[in-house]
């Protein structure tokens, strides 16, 4: 059974940085594309940063290229987000995604995953 568990989020300054972590259990990171998505009030849910599982197909939301880098650390089992530079408007729950991959990693990004974890809170606020 596929198991995504979040955490890292919290309250943060404008400017500042957050590292998410995603820890996975009951499935190979090898063969699964995993990524990172959000919700923001009253908008749906969007691919944020998602990637293979050795990380060197790789695919960012406009918004965020530059300042976001997903990374995979197969021996931990685990996905991260490292957030830089946040503005409010990354404020957002933030949902660690994974499926079985068949698609590129463009298009998991664009239309959503198999599975999902509960989200953990990103709030960019002064």
């Known amino acids: 059974q596929v198991q995504l568990v979040e955490s890292g989020g919290g309250l943060v300054q404008p400017g500042g940085s957050l590292r998410l972590s995603c820890a996975t259990s009951?499935?190979?990171?090898?063969?699964?594309?995993i990524g990172w998505f959000r919700q923001a009030p009253g908008k749906e849910r969007e691919g944020v940063a998602c990637?293979?599982?050795?990380?060197?197909?790789?695919y960012y939301q406009d918004s965020v290229k530059g300042r976001f880098t997903i990374s995979i650390d197969k021996a931990k089992n685990s996905v991260y987000l490292q957030m830089n530079s946040l503005k409010p408007e990354d404020t957002a729950v933030y949902y660690c995604?994974?499926?079985?991959?068949?698609?590129?990693?463009?298009?998991?990004?664009?239309?959503?995953?198999?599975?999902w974890g509960s989200g953990t809170l990103v709030n960019v606020s002064s």
């Open positions: 995604g994974a499926a079985q991959r068949r698609y590129g990693v463009t298009w998991y990004c664009t239309y959503g995953m198999d599975n």
């Open positions: 009951g499935f190979t990171l090898d063969t699964y594309v």
């Open positions: 990637s293979n599982s050795n990380a060197d197909n790789t």
